[in-house]
């Protein structure tokens, strides 16, 4: 016992004396007794008296784990403990405190009838934080009480730090008896592993490739949903032990997203999944040299898939990366300039995507050399090898204007011409004035020089009547053999048009073209221009003759150098691929033709048009880090005229052309997840032909719960940038993109999956290591919880209240007997 006032102690002898000296003379002695001890009391009371006593009642609070990670098997089971724990009280305290990412109260349906514990519900259930149940719940514990902490669970942490509570109730010497559970079982599916592509684009099939370990044979399915919106479901069977599964994904939305799933085994459980992705709408540019209107099939296909169409040429000079195919469509090759070729080349061995679609207008030139687009394709265009040949008819303007220089260069031209025809070929000279006549009839250009001989004997006079030989020469042309049938009209005046025009139209239909060439300022270029127009020809102007041996050579060239063929072709597979999946390739219809290309090397045909000689209709192959396909016919309705309208057709466009597309990023884009400071980690890597750009974009990280940062990236290194941008411990899809579209900084997106879902078992180490540093018990006798365990807690008690309680008890009792006294005399008086 202690004394706040010891000195008041002397004075509690004072009453007593004062009883003792007043004894004797006392009229009421106990009266007297009594106040002297209740002034004796209330100065002992003055002294505030303390005694310290031994306590051993136990308050004990149970934190039970309702994280995600927990079972409903396992909430009952703990649900069991606690009423079993409650029912050993026996007057000690008790508090059930559950907890996941943090404590929380009990709801009113876990305790009405009975304790019943239910999982921690939306973002609170998605963590177990030991810590924070570990200290957070010490201030419930009242005061007088052995403290203990019953902590049930799985053991299986993921937030917090055990380590700094466990020093913290160590210094408060708070024994912590550990429970485990069983966590969730690990002998059902378990998800080895998920890979999915970094990078896609918006519209195509994404591949998920997943592999799952089984521990039975079974039926399974794998749901699969992007932003928690359901996709669909796949049906798999899976074998004892490892399981590769593919299963695809197709999303119409572009940006960052997260792709996740769940594979479903009602016998063995489920196994999660979850990962970020970015798609991006494929840019493609498409060159074509196909009449307007008759492309629409082909463009209708590029819309379905979700592409962005340009036209825009000068990307092969400027910026060629910023599209992720080229599309060449009937386009003559020879026209595309060397440096272009080369550019191409390098955008397909870079990584980038080409397609040819071949068409009528694919010219075979005898002596051209390889050049880089011919190392880029899968495919060689071939030379003609028909036994029809070509046919061309060359119409030559002899009017009186045309002596001297101008007549003597047409038949020099004209004797170029048949110089270069093969002896299968047809060759006609139509000269005209006034009237016209067939200098050259037309006939196979087998005896050269007889042909040369007529052409030189040309001579000027008379005036200029264009229409009636341009008739003339079509009406002779049109019924000859040749797989291409080309007129070229020669003049230097004007004449009528006539019915010129409808006749240009009326050839373009029966696959007859014609070219113009005007000699000197007296020429109708208007009409020569619209002649060629209308029939898919060119037309040339020279205001000097020179020149005119080489315009007219190259030109019949181009026009007798194809290598089309026109018959009924059936396609045939010969090797299955998935660019046919899904488009019924063994229903299309005939095409009615193609043109001949020679597969390289090491090129995959995919399809082939000729049963013996097995030409090539679809061929591709790897070039660098680039992909590059040709596809020997056409895509509108001269050719593929039954193919437009086959269910199939905008399905093969759309696999070929996905098929292509870049996969090679003009910046590689990274995130990561820095543990320790709980930020994410941005860099952008800069491909060589990327200029790095002029200043940085503001940059955004938006994530769940409306996370919203900006993100400081900083230059560290040629065409290297990084920055960082902290995020705690919020888990779900983060995207990091610039506030204006960048190619240098690409949207990116990171995915922080939630821990729990990937915790199985119990872990009985942590438990264990919890209980043993703390001074608790792992695993005790339910019934041993409030066992004190040797511990003793000694109370300080304040006694003068009890004293003030005595002194006023002692005061009553001497007023009690004084007038009790009183009482007696008055009634002995009275009687």
């Known amino acids: 016992m202690s004394f706040a006032r010891l000195w008041v102690l002397l004075l509690v002898p004072l009453p007593l004396l004062w009883v003792a000296s007043s004894w004797k003379n006392a009229l009421r ?319 397909v061995k870079n990584g980038g995507g080409l397609l040819l679609i071949g068409g009528e207008r694919q010219l075979y030139k005898e002596d051209r050399r390889l050049d880089a687009l011919d190392h880029a394709l899968p495919a060689k265009l071939a030379p003609p090898k028909t036994p029809e040949g070509t046919s061309v008819a060359l119409i030559i303007d002899k009017s009186s204007s045309m002596e001297g220089r101008k007549i003597e260069l047409a038949r020099l031209s004209a004797i170029g011409v048949v110089d270069h025809l093969r002896p299968i070929d047809n060759i006609g000279v139509l000269i005209f004035d006034n009237s016209f006549q067939w200098a050259v009839p037309m006939r196979h250009a087998e005896d050269k020089a007889m042909i040369k001989r007529l052409i030189s004997g040309i001579t000027p006079d008379g005036g200029t009547q264009i229409a009636p030989a341009l008739a003339e020469a079509y009406r002779k042309i049109l019924p000859s053999k040749g797989t291409y049938k080309h007129i070229v009209l020669l003049t230097d005046g004007i004449s009528e048009e ?38 898919g020809g060119r037309s040339y102007f020279l205001n000097e003759p020179q020149g005119l041996e080489q315009i007219l050579l190259k030109d019949v060239q181009d026009y007798s150098g194809s290598t089309a063929v026109e018959r009924p072709l059936t396609p045939m597979v010969e090797r299955k691929a998935e660019v046919l999946d899904g488009i019924g390739i063994e229903s299309a219809p005939p095409l009615k033709g193609y043109t001949r290309f020679t597969a390289s090397p090491g090129a995959e045909t995919i399809l082939s048009i000729d049963e013996v000689k097995k030409d090539p209709l679809y061929v591709r192959w790897q070039y660098g880090l680039g992909r590059a396909a040709v596809f020997t016919s056409d895509a509108k309705s001269r050719w593929a005229e039954n193919w437009v309208t086959w269910p199939g057709f905008d399905k093969f466009w759309i696999n070929v052309s996905r098929d292509l597309l870049t996969h090679a990023d003009s910046s590689e884009a990274t995130a990561q997840f820095d543990t320790a400071n709980e930020d994410i980690l941005i860099g952008y890597h800069l491909a060589n032909d990327l200029a790095e750009p002029d200043r940085i974009p503001q940059i955004f990280a938006l994530g769940p719960s409306g996370f919203e940062k900006p993100v400081a990236v900083q230059k560290t290194a040629s065409g290297v940038y990084h920055g960082r941008v902290h995020v705690g411990n919020l888990t779900g899809l983060f995207r990091v993109r610039p506030v204006s579209e960048s190619t240098a900084f690409p949207e990116i997106g990171l995915y922080r999956p939630q821990e729990e879902l990937q915790d199985y078992g119990s872990n009985e180490a942590l438990l264990k290591q919890i209980s043993s540093l703390t001074g608790g018990r792992f695993n005790p006798p339910l019934d041993s919880v409030f066992d004190p365990s040797g511990r003793t807690l000694y109370s300080a008690w304040q006694l003068w209240p009890f004293l003030l309680f005595a002194a006023i008890a002692l005061t009553v009792s001497e007023l009690i007997v004084r007038k009790w006294s009183g009482l007696i005399q008055n009634f002995r008086h009275a009687a």
């Open 29 to 347: 002695p106990v009266t007297l007794l009594l106040k002297g001890l209740s002034f004796g009391v209330i100065l002992l009371a003055l002294a505030e008296p303390v005694v310290t006593l031994p306590q051993t009642k136990t308050a004990a609070v149970l934190l039970i784990d309702t994280s995600k990670s927990i079972t409903s098997d396992d909430l009952s089971h703990a649900s069991t403990i606690v009423s079993r724990i409650e029912s050993h009280s026996r007057g000690n305290w008790v508090k059930i405190v559950p907890f996941a990412a943090r404590p929380r109260p009990l709801a009113p349906d876990e305790i009405t009838g009975g304790v019943r514990l239910l999982p921690a519900s939306n973002k609170l259930g998605d963590a177990t934080n030991f810590e924070a149940a570990l200290i957070d719940s010490m201030p419930a514990i009242p005061s007088g009480y052995l403290p203990r902490l019953v902590l049930i669970s799985d053991g299986n942490e993921n937030q917090g730090s055990t380590a700094r509570a466990i020093a913290e109730l160590q210094r408060l010497r708070v024994p912590v008896d550990t429970i485990p559970l069983a966590g969730r079982s690990n002998n059902g599916l378990r998800l080895e592993s998920v890979s999915m592509p970094h990078i896609a684009y918006a519209g195509e099939q994404i591949p998920i490739d997943l592999t799952i370990d089984s521990p039975a044979e079974t039926h399974a399915t794998v749901e699969v949903a992007a932003e928690g919106k359901p996709l669909g479901g796949n049906p798999v069977d899976l074998q004892a032990g490892a399981n590769s599964i593919r299963v695809h994904a197709r999303i119409i939305t572009t940006g960052a997203t997260s792709i996740s799933g769940r594979i479903i085994a009602k016998p063995l459980g489920d196994a999660p999944f979850e990962q970020a992705i970015e798609l991006r709408r494929a840019r493609v540019l498409y060159l074509s040299a196909d009449p307007s209107g008759t492309e629409n099939n082909l463009l209708k296909a590029f819309d379905e898939a979700s592409f962005e169409l340009t036209r825009d040429s000068s990307l092969i000079d400027n910026n060629l990366s910023a599209v992720q195919l080229v599309v060449l469509n009937n386009l003559d090759l020879n026209t595309l300039s060397d440096a272009r070729k080369k550019k191409i080349e390098l955008y």
């Open 498 to 535: 006539g019915d010129s025009m409808d006749l240009a139209k009326e050839a373009a239909d029966h696959q007859v073209t014609i070219s113009t060439v005007g000699l000197g300022q007296d020429v109708n270029r208007s009409y020569l221009e619209k002649v060629a127009a209308s029939a």
